[in-house]
Nanobody
């Protein structure tokens, strides 16, 4: 069973930065899709960013483009989400997820198979 563990969440003021990390328990398959999602109470979980392992191609939700950066370290089985210019509306629980190599829509949560427990990000104004 693949396990994912997020870390790096916390509380910051608007304009601040955080870096989330997601460690995968097993060697990720080259080309597997890794995504970051977020969810607030009463709302659906939404895709934030995604990247295919071993690729430089990344994907972002419009709301975070230019502020968030997803990256990977295959040797460490780790995916990162650098979040700069944080806004109060970025407050959410952030989840890391792993999907198959043939995943079609990287920001669509329905195709992801494995999920972490989430890490809270709180941005105050």
């Amino acid at each position: 069973q693949v396990q994912l563990m997020e870390s790096g969440g916390g509380s910051v003021q608007a304009g601040g930065s955080l870096r989330l990390s997601c460690v995968v328990s097993e060697n990720t398959v080259s080309g597997a899709c890794m995504g970051w999602f977020r969810q607030t109470p009463g709302k659906e979980r939404q895709g934030v960013a995604a990247i295919y392992m071993g690729s430089v191609t990344d994907y972002y939700a419009d709301s975070v483009k230019g502020r968030f950066t997803i990256s990977q370290d295959e040797a460490k089985n780790t995916v990162y989400l650098q979040m700069d210019g944080l806004k109060p509306e970025d407050t959410a629980i952030y989840y890391c997820a792993a999907g198959p190599v043939d995943l079609v829509a990287p920001l669509d949560l329905s195709e992801y198979r494995y999920w972490g427990q989430g890490t809270q990000v709180t941005v105050s104004s």
